[in-house]
């Protein structure tokens, strides 16, 4: 490295944290800004475009990412494959753009225990997230909630709805792969994140903060990488939203009055219904969230 730059390690890794950090400043606002309503209205309807599953506002998911071991941490960063790491939750959309992020938990948490500390969950139990209003879904008169999608690894809530545990009938089964059909976009996200910047898929041998900050650089760079070359998607993320479009129910009191898993699972099976009542028919594609 010395030779190919003239300068030592220390000064080159200083120069890189200076980018990522201006970079993050920079274009987070434009490329990876705060969820709104707006936001989300357009997030479902690229789900409901490319996967046929309705009311999503994002797929959820986690991911590992391999660091050298903190000094003096014990067990915290050890995770159950083996090696130190921090974690990555994020929420995609439909098109594998990071619409939210959360950097640094824990490597031994697991998905669901990192969701529960993260701000993310806080944002949207205080209504801060900017999840649209409860409305009708496509081709019926059922309301029901906007929702994210995630695995089994995540609580089932008014707001989040992982597929059905076990062994399953028939319709739950139709359910489940109608979900894992949108959640899978997370997944993609997380591999083309990795195929894109190599450093994703290797040991950061830097410390936590360092590390933090090349995470959240690279998946704001992914979003740049899709809001310049995907036109298709360019367009939809661009394109004016009409929020009154979405035929609200309405609605009184606290957004989420009950978040058990009792009240995730009625969510759960008035989704379940409503697919299985759908099975055979063409999705409604003139059916717009936009």
């Known amino acids: 490295m010395v030779t190919n730059f003239r300068m030592d390690d220390y000064t080159i890794g200083k120069i890189v944290y200076e980018v990522c950090d201006a970079l993050w400043k920079r274009l987070r606002h434009r490329h990876m800004p705060m969820p709104s309503t707006e936001l989300n209205l357009r997030v479902a309807d690229g789900f409901w475009r490319k996967t046929q599953f309705p009311h999503c506002i994002g797929a959820i998911d986690g991911m590992q990412c391999e660091i050298k071991s903190p000094a003096n941490s014990g067990a915290m960063y050890f995770n159950y494959k083996g090696y130190y790491s921090i974690g990555l939750q994020a929420v995609s959309d439909a098109s594998g753009r990071f619409v939210s992020i959360d950097v640094g938990s ?12 993260s701000s ?36 089932c809530t008014p707001y989040l709805m992982k597929p059905h545990p ?58 740049v990488i899709i809001d310049l070359e995907g036109e298709d998607d360019q ?40 697919l299985n009542s759908h099975v055979g028919r063409a999705p409604d594609m003139d059916h717009r969230y936009l």
């Open 235 to 274: 367009r939809a993320h661009q394109r004016p939203v009409e929020v009154d479009a979405i035929q609200p129910a309405n609605r009184q009191g606290p957004r989420y009055p009950d978040i058990s898993l009792a009240a995730g699972e009625q969510i759960r099976d008035l989704f379940t219904e409503y």
């Open 120 to 155: 993310l969950r806080q944002r949207i139990e205080e209504d801060r997230y900017g999840v649209p209003p409860d409305a009708v879904l496509p081709g019926s008169d059922t309301v029901a909630s906007f929702v994210l999608v995630g695995d089994d690894a995540y609580p």
């Open 166 to 223: 076990g062994v399953v009938p028939a319709n739950q089964h139709y359910a489940n792969s109608r979900l894992s059909r949108a959640r899978c976009k997370v997944e993609c996200a997380f591999g083309n994140l990795k195929r894109t910047f190599g450093c994703m898929d290797q040991r950061l041998d830097v410390g936590i903060e360092h590390a933090m900050s090349i995470i959240k650089t690279c998946c704001l760079l992914r979003n």
């Open 106 to 117: 824990y490597g031994k948490q697991a998905d669901g225990g990192t969701f529960a500390a």
